[in-house]
């Protein structure tokens, strides 16, 4: 088409940005403020049933007798399912669903099955899971050590000539992701085609999967994703819920809303994994750690669990590490942001700690000494001056004072990778009535995805965030990958830019006659288009769209590899008050700084470094899954028993967006703004009052335990 | 409350929740309610005797300004009949938790905030309900509304309509409201995303800007 060859799509200089790298409105917070956003929860047709689970109430259990047959008793019930007639094996598995009229005559039906259950041993705890008397609960057993890296002779002894050791075991709870929109579809099938609403990272692959189970093409799936209320690594694949969805939606030829219920939701619809964490590390007065060893035991029920190991971010001469699982009967952990990592982040910050106290040296200084990397160098004294820690009276040593009210000051880091994948295609169409649209497939969670979409043309094409409608959240638009890893930005806004790109030099093309001038000379820029042959002849935008008569223009874009990179930074710095007399805890204050190579929503940026900083802040004070170990009773399945930072409990929170990294190409950073921030709120409260405690969530009682011991 | 409880019960019993939802319907108009539960034991057994009280009683609801008739049985919350009873459903009230413990389905209810959940839907007969839906003039936000938008106190959005509510329900009474005010006002909305911050900032612009324009 063009004669010359097409110039590769590059992202401008920063300075010459006038939409990226800005404050930018989110596009849908209209739609969100109003009410008006529908989500698969909201989605409503004619003649739609409502489908609910039965759970086992038991860890394990043989079905012995699963009777359906109430259920066609109970007015307003269409039908029951049996999940689950042979054997359960967690907590809360689903054994039998039903559809009914409405959720009440569901909640009904649900009640009137019967089931008896016969038990025999179960495990929910890690001392019942390692008990040669409880049943195997996994292939492999139910324990298993499944890593094992360094030479753990050679670090042994690096920790034992070192001179100062500390050996501390670190606990962390299971987490929940407590997406406020549990997780979920709509599944309306006709017997050829289905039209699916889903609350999913994952569009694409939600459309893949209902053609499976309904043994269609997946171009006979429509799956929409409009808007979705959260997801945090939990809703990658259908799941039991879109299986028993489409299992109703086939035989009853009706729309099925199935959407889990807040027990549910907990019980099984996955968990960030628990774990304990046996490190031993020595240090010399250089402030170097010269060894390590860890010994890592994941929790994650069913399965495996997940920790990425030690020493995790710093550098230690000489380690050992060996890592573990052990199985209990409780649902299978999922990726929860940032997999793995808050939970090492947990014990390494713990120990370096330790370590430094131990050498008497400044907690900072330390930690700058076993980093390599200069950005966190830059970073974590940034965060310092920004909390205040070169003020701060007790940077070697923790405050012992006893009686009145201590602040304490913590740190941690985080690292993270972001990087993109080519999976995306996406599409930028201009109309000859002036309108721009850039689709996607991909879906927005609440990070802005929508937003930048049509951002980024925007920018392309010299006009306002506004101009642009960002569509996305359909499988119609094109394949895209699931929203993990944080890669969904690197993977998405390089295809963005492609299309946009090529729209772009397409629309020149066209221009050029017009303007009497070369498709080179063409500038988009201010709501106008001119050539630089002639700058004073220009057309507004609507001008030069009316030109396109009946041909607009449209371009498809693909991954730019170019156009990303991986590999971030964070780090956090947290500043709380203890109680010295009652133990009670507050976080006074939270700085988190990330780097993110070229921003593109700088307001969107901060809110997920804010997000990060809370969710971890959840899980330092309040989080934790508990099962009564002996009846083997869930007793935190919702939000009375399990509780969530609110607003009583926010500090003054500053996010930063590291300026200093001047990377020009885009990287993903939701994930590793939560790694650190529980880390160093523990390390705070030592700082504060002496009292380290070792099992997250930091409660009072904890707290107030070692400052009895202390005094 | 585990989710056990739910479903402890005896077969044609109560469950502990739809006897709590069904008692609702004593102080307000269920008939059939009234007899069974007046001749109802006091004890823990005796409810258990009581047969389930079932079927759909027509019931007035004024939701943003306009009294429809809706068909609600006795348990049937609020929440529930805007959701998927009243005509079009109002969907912008969100069910998150059902247990009054996230705030994502606060409602107005002569003006005062309530958790549309723990709200039987026969009980908001005769008051004026707002939702969500009940705050924009056409096309034209609310100051709270649009304070949202523009600090960004919104990411996924499932927590919103509870914050905006909340937040409206607080600056309506007082929009010289303080900070902490603002924060024991939304002290029962949770947000998984982690706006708080920017709801704080969203609150105190719209509060400015409610005493100036006096809007509402
Ligand atoms: S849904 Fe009503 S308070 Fe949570
Ligand atoms: S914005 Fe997602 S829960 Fe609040």
């Known amino acids: ?711 | 409350m585990t989710e056990f409880s739910d479903r402890d019960s005896k077969p044609g019993g109560y469950t502990r929740r739809s006897f709590l939802k069904g008692a609702g319907t004593v102080a307000a108009s269920g008939v059939v309610a009234q007899t069974a539960l007046a001749a109802a034991p006091e004890t823990a057994e005796g409810r258990a005797l009581v047969p389930r009280l079932a079927g759909e009683v027509e019931i007035q609801l004024e939701v943003n300004g306009k009294t429809q008739k809706v068909k609600c049985e006795p348990r049937t919350t609020l929440l529930s009949a805007l959701r998927h009873r009243v005509d079009p459903p109002h969907t912008g009230t969100k069910l998150v938790c059902d247990q009054g413990a996230c705030g994502a389905c606060t409602v107005l209810l002569d003006g005062e905030p309530v958790c549309s959940c723990m709200t039987l839907a026969v009980d908001a007969q005769g008051r004026e309900i707002r939702t969500i839906e009940g705050l924009a003039d056409g096309d034209a936000l609310s100051p709270v509304q649009s304070a949202f938008v523009e600090n960004d106190a919104l990411m996924c959005g499932f927590c919103t309509p509870g914050f905006v509510m909340s937040v409206t329900g607080c600056l309506e009474k007082n929009p010289d409201a303080s900070l902490p005010e603002i924060k024991t006002a939304c002290s029962g909305n949770l947000c998984r995303c982690g706006t708080y911050p920017h709801i704080f900032d969203a609150a105190v612009q719209a509060g400015r800007q409610m005493k100036q324009g006096g809007t509402k």
């Open chain 1, 1 to 711: 088409m063009s004669p010359n060859p097409i110039a590769q799509p590059e992202w401008k200089k920063r300075a010459d940005m006038k939409v990226l790298n800005t404050d930018l409105r989110r596009v849908d917070g209209e739609a969100k403020a109003t009410g008006r956003a529908v989500y698969s929860h909201d989605v409503r047709l004619p003649n739609m049933l409502y489908a609910k689970f039965l759970r086992c109430p038991h860890p394990a259990a043989k079905v012995v007798d699963l009777d359906l047959g109430p259920v066609s008793a109970v007015s307003g019930a269409i039908h029951a399912l049996a999940i689950e007639s042979e054997e359960t094996s967690f907590l809360g598995q689903p054994v039998a669903a039903v559809a009914a009229e409405s959720l009440e005559a569901a909640e009904d039906a649900i009640r009137a099955i019967r089931v008896e259950y016969e038990t025999s041993g179960w495990a929910v705890t890690e001392e019942q899971g390692l008990d040669p008397a409880t049943p195997s609960i996994g292939r492999r057993g139910n324990s298993f050590v499944d890593r094992e890296t360094g030479d753990l002779d050679e670090a042994s002894a690096a920790v034992a000539s070192a001179d100062v050791m500390v050996e501390s075991t670190y606990t962390v709870p299971v987490q929940h992701h407590c997406c406020l929109e549990t997780h979920g579809l709509v599944v309306d099938f006709d017997g050829k085609r289905a039209k699916v609403w889903a609350s999913t990272q994952h569009v694409t692959g939600v459309s893949q999967q209902v053609a499976g189970e309904l043994s269609i093409s997946t171009s006979d799936v429509e799956v929409i994703t409009d808007y979705m209320g959260g997801g945090f690594g939990a809703k990658f694949g259908i799941g039991i819920e879109g299986q028993t969805a489409c299992r109703f939606a086939k035989e009853l030829k009706r729309p099925i809303h199935l959407m889990l219920d807040r027990a549910d939701e907990f019980l099984f619809s996955g968990n960030r994994s628990g774990g304990r964490q046996i490190l031993k590390a020595g240090a010399n007065m250089d402030g170097r750690i010269v060894g390590m060893t860890a010994e890592i035991w994941r929790h994650g029920g069913i399965a495996r669990g997940s920790n990425p190991g030690q020493p995790y971010i710093y550098s230690v001469e000489s380690s050992h590490m060996q890592m573990g699982s052990v199985h209990t009967n409780t649902d299978a952990n999922r990726a929860m942001r940032a997999p793995g990592h808050p939970q090492a982040s947990f014990a390494i910050e713990g120990i370096v700690d330790e370590l430094a106290y131990a050498l008497g040296m400044d907690l900072l200084d330390f930690r700058m000494r076993n980093l390599e990397d200069p950005v966190y160098h830059r970073q974590l004294d940034r965060v310092a001056k920004e909390v205040g820690w070169y003020e701060h009276g007790y940077r070697a040593e923790p405050n012992r004072s006893r009686g009145g009210k201590n602040v304490g000051i913590g740190f941690g880091i985080s690292v993270w990778g972001g990087g993109g994948r080519p999976v995306c295609v996406t599409s930028v169409r201009i109309d000859p009535d002036g309108s721009v649209t850039a689709s996607t497939g991909s879906q927005d969670l609440g990070t802005g995805t929508r937003t930048y979409v049509g951002a980024i043309a925007a920018e392309e094409f010299g006009l306002k965030a506004s101009q642009v409608i960002g569509r996305v959240g359909h499988s119609a638009y094109g394949p895209a990958n699931g929203s993990g890893g944080s890669t969904t930005v690197a993977s998405l806004a390089p295809a963005v830019k492609d299309a946009a790109h090529k729209a772009r030099e397409q629309f020149a093309e066209r221009l050029a006659s017009w303007l009497e001038c070369s498709a080179e000379q063409v500038r988009f820029e201010g709501g106008e288009v001119y050539s630089t042959a002639e700058p004073g002849k220009r057309l507004s935008w609507a001008e030069a769209c009316s030109i396109l008569g009946s041909r607009p223009i449209e371009a498809s874009g693909e991954f730019q590899g170019h156009l990303q990179t991986q590999g971030v930074h964070g780090a956090q710095a947290a500043m709380v008050e203890v109680d010295t007399q009652t133990g009670a805890l507050k976080v006074l204050k939270m700085v988190g700084i990330q780097d993110c190579g070229l921003p593109l929503n700088r307001l969107a940026i901060r809110s997920q470094i804010n997000g990060g900083m809370i969710e971890a802040l959840g899980y330092a004070l309040f989080e934790e899954r508990v099962i009564e170990p002996w009846l083997g009773y869930a007793l935190s399945a919702n939000f009375n028993d399990y509780k969530l930072p609110g607003c009583k409990e926010m500090p003054e929170l500053v996010a930063i967006i590291d300026d200093d990294d001047d990377r020009q190409q885009v990287i993903g950073m939701a994930e590793p703004t939560i790694i650190p921030g529980h880390s160093a709120i523990a390390n705070a409260v030592h700082n504060a009052c002496g009292v380290r405690v070792y099992d997250l969530p930091l409660t009072p009682d904890k707290i107030l335990m070692g400052l009895t011991k202390k005094a």
